[in-house]
């Protein structure tokens, strides 16, 4: 009879540490795969903004290209006044680009005899919280 008493002494401190070190797990790993599950969508919007990104600036690339045709032909044609406002604007629908929109203006200055032109433009894509914008500048002669 002797030796059941010193394993119920022995044993009796111990119990009831199981549930609470299970509870102390659970909310650990509660707490992991939230802190997971923020960081995947802050990933994935962030990944959506910089796509929108690229496309806004293919956007304001294509226009000012576009707006330099428009400004200078190939044709040796007399091109487009750079006093007119807003020089050139364009809502594209190829893929890729559908839902981009662009806005080109232009300066001209006389230094000497030479003509330069300035032209600045402004691609956007996408609406609301995932709008992008991107303004690219050049000049040409």
Do not use: W
């Amino acid at each position: 009879m002797f030796p059941d008493d010193v394993k119920r002494i022995a044993l009796s401190p111990q119990r009831g540490f199981g549930l609470p070190m299970a509870l102390f797990v659970i909310t650990v790993l509660a707490v992991i795969v939230t802190v997971m599950g923020s960081m995947q969508t802050t990933s994935g919007q962030s990944s959506v903004l910089h796509i929108q990104g690229e496309r806004a600036f293919y956007a304001a690339e294509s226009g000012t290209e576009a707006a330099l045709n428009v400004l200078l032909p190939p044709d040796g044609s007399p091109g487009r006044a750079c006093a007119t406002s807003p020089f050139f604007t364009a809502t594209f629908t190829a893929p890729g680009l559908r839902g981009c929109s662009v806005s080109v203006s232009c300066v001209q200055m006389t230094i000497g005899s030479e003509n330069l032109f300035t032209l600045t433009s402004q691609g956007s894509c996408g609406t609301g919280l995932d709008q992008a914008s991107r303004t690219l500048e050049v000049r040409a002669r």
